[in-house]
């Protein structure tokens, strides 16, 4: 097979020629910061779209997101790369609701931010609040540190916390950021997540709300700052295999014949794509994939009449089959979809043996049991991503040093974050931090 020259530019830009599989948030934030430093990077994206997991989907007539993502404003990737990509985000109050339970945190308030709305929260008893407080503050003086084998179910335990807590606070809290049953879960990888939202202010668990869908307000702003700073993002462009060739790699793309010469690679995709591809023989993707696992998220959209309205933006409703954990309504209006309730479900459950049409009925059953004067549903649909995350299990870890396996080729995505679970804030972690080893590796 030939080899073609990947980029036409001169011979500088020749040898900083960079190809990115994977057109995901952490593929893009790698070309941008590529692209801003004088490189010509190219992403290859299989799906007609970029964006990835974070992206908009065609659902009952409209474009809506593929799923809730929900982003915290004290996420560094994250508002580094908003920033490089002048994308300017409106950003809410943490607050939630759950029966008699409304918690608030203010973007006021100071250190250990959550701690202090605790104790003004509504619906928490005495001994709620302590062990909350107590605990929070004990994770704090040991560095939100935890043992690396430890599961979430495990810490709760050991530290106490009441049923009633359990039920209400942690099991939909760890749920929506690891995905993971919590007798599976990682505690190494909900600590950090701690950290970093309970342990600071309270501006750092603002919540950024899109006006719009991702694609709309995020994914296509993206690409534009990724072009116009010299990058080329590729969509319908699926990678079948890359070889060695020389000091660089050979990429066979689509159904083309020839290949595509470059210097440097990088693989922005989740373990169970790499496991797809021809790659050379020395990297573990099989083992990779099986490591880190996946578990499904789904959203249960519900349209009603345009004035009618959650009685809190993030609400939190028993799940929709008996066994299942509670799980978040949405109230989409701040996303332009008035009328709109997005009910997003984590990881496996008994929810997971219904349909999806069977699902949609019993999540506006539960919706209307928790809430008074639900109106008439207009449409319900649900969309149900299988792999939407690996699974945040102590297994599931990569070591630095394994982020390149072979010279050149380097490993990115939300996997390969060192502390966080799948997230957009370590899919767009990894990219840049991918993006600064290889500027460093050619200075
Ligand atoms: C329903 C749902 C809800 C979620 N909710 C949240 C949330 O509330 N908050 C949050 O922070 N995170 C959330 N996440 C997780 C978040 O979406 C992911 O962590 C993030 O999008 C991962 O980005 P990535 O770039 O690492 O991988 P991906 O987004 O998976 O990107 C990889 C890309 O590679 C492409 N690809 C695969 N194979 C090839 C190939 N051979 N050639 C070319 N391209 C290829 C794929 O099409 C894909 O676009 C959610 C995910 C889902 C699915």
């Not at 929260?121 to 605990?135: D, K, M």
């Amino acid at each position: 097979m030939a080899l073609l020259a990947a980029t036409a530019g001169s011979a500088a830009s020749a040898s900083k020629s960079v190809a990115i599989v994977g057109g995901g948030w952490a593929g893009l934030a790698c070309a941008l910061k590529l692209a801003q430093a004088g490189y010509q990077p190219i992403v290859f994206e299989s799906a007609s779209e970029p964006g990835g997991r974070a992206r908009r989907a065609h659902v009952e007539g409209k474009h809506r997101d593929n799923g809730q993502h929900l982003m915290l404003a004290g996420g560094d990737s994250l508002n580094t790369l908003f920033a490089s990509a002048g994308i300017t985000l409106p950003t809410t109050a943490f607050s939630f609701q759950s029966d008699a339970r409304q918690l608030c945190v203010p973007p006021n308030a100071g250190s250990l931010g959550l701690a202090f709305a605790l104790l003004r929260a509504q619906g928490f008893n005495w001994q709620e609040r302590y062990r909350l407080i107590v605990t929070l503050l004990r994770l704090k003086a040991n560095g939100w540190t935890v043992p690396k084998d430890q599961t979430v179910a495990h810490w709760l335990q050991q530290t106490k916390q009441p049923t009633s807590l359990i039920d209400t606070f942690w099991a939909p809290l760890t749920l929506a950021i690891l995905n993971t049953p919590l007798a599976e879960a990682a505690m190494h990888r909900l600590a950090p997540t701690l950290r970093d939202t309970l342990g600071k202010d309270g501006r750092a668990l603002g919540i950024l709300q899109p006006p719009g869908n991702l694609t709309e307000c995020i994914v296509s702003p993206l690409v534009k700052a990724i072009e116009d700073a010299g990058g080329t993002v590729r969509c319908g462009a699926r990678v079948a295999a890359i070889n060695q060739a020389g000091v660089g790699y050979a990429l066979l793309v689509g159904n083309e014949t020839d290949t595509l010469q470059f210097d440097q690679v990088v693989l922005a995709l989740p373990p169970w794509s790499l496991s797809k591809m021809a790659l050379p023989d020395s990297l573990p993707t099989a083992a990779l994939a099986q490591s880190f696992g996946d578990q499904p998220i789904a959203t249960v959209y519900l349209g009603f009449a345009t004035d009618f309205h959650l009685p809190a933006p993030l609400l939190q409703i028993p799940g929709p089959t008996p066994g299942d954990a509670r799980v978040w309504a949405i109230d989409r209006a701040h996303c332009g979809e008035p009328g709109v309730i997005a009910v997003s479900l984590s990881a496996q459950g008994p929810w997971c043996e219904l349909s999806g049409d069977d699902l949609a009925q019993a999540c506006l059953l539960a919706l209307q049991n928790a809430v008074d004067g639900v109106p008439a549903c207009l449409w319900k649909k649900a969309v149900i991503v299988q792999r939407a995350t690996y699974a945040s299990t102590p297994e599931a870890f990569i070591p630095h040093q394994d982020l390149e396996p072979l010279p050149h080729l380097h490993l990115a995505g939300d996997w390969t974050h060192p502390e966080y679970p799948a997230t957009l804030e370590a899919a767009v972690y990894s990219g840049f931090s991918t993006a600064h080893h290889i500027m460093q590796q050619q200075t």
